[in-house]
């Protein structure tokens, strides 16, 4: 899979490439670019790359020009330090929408999207299949805990949500019973829980979309949620990731 960056920041275009290339090796980033004008040129070439990761302020006007004045047809994954523009991206041909710093198991589930949109449409079936399983490792069906001395498995159609205290990561089931596990929270998040149903709200809480029971403005930007089982802690989704909770909520 081929792949072009468009960023005016060298540095964050160069880690970008590198976490790119941790997901998967085999994609290729076939060229990188840093404004609006480069963009266009490009695009009115009709060189081919299957996926654009776009940076929204670019060094001579913001991105969102690209598409008033050329016709682009390649999937595309925004990137960008501000939320305000999330709509917008969502109006066009925008696969995701990351916020940096770029978080490696959201540029990974923005891959996995990609992948999985495209699966149908491409001739090169088996080539695309060996991407998909390479990006979508199996995901933990069962986790293992510990009750007293004895151990059980816990489903994870039962898991409510993940819950952080320092270095310990609490299970916490739907019928509210709390298990110590020996994941990470990070590990969780971009290895074993389908992006699609769990998500990390903040760096305290990964929960299943099936917990919320409700959901709020909050101060400065953010949500509030209610969860069940009811947490003693204020569950708030961190002001940088409000635009990509909602349009999980909506995918």
Known sequence: MD?????????????????????DDSIRVCDTLDTVEDCVEFFAKRNPVDLVFLDIQLSDGISFEIFNRIEVDTPVVFTTAYDQYALQAFKVNSID???????????????????????????????????HARLNPPYQSRF?????????AIVQNDVAYFQADGKIVYLVTKAAKRYVIDYTMERLEQDLLPPEIFFRVNRSFMINVD???????????????????????????????VAFFKAWLNS
């Open 211 to 241: 917990s919320i029971q409700g959901i709020q403005n909050y101060a400065n930007g953010r949500l509030k949620l209610t969860l069940q089982p009811v947490t003693e802690q204020d569950v708030v989704v961190s002001r940088e990731k």
């Open 3 to 23: 792949v072009l960056i468009v960023e005016d920041e060298p540095l964050a275009s160069e880690r970008l490439t590198e976490m790119i290339a941790q997901c």
């Open 144 to 152: 293992l805990v510990k009750s007293g001395n004895h151990y059980h």
């Open 97 to 131: 929408y990351l916020l940096k710093p770029i978080d490696p198991g959201e540029l990974k589930a923005a891959l996995q999207r990609f992948v999985r949109q495209q699966i149908r449409p491409v001739t090169d079936y088996r080539l695309l299949q060996q991407m």
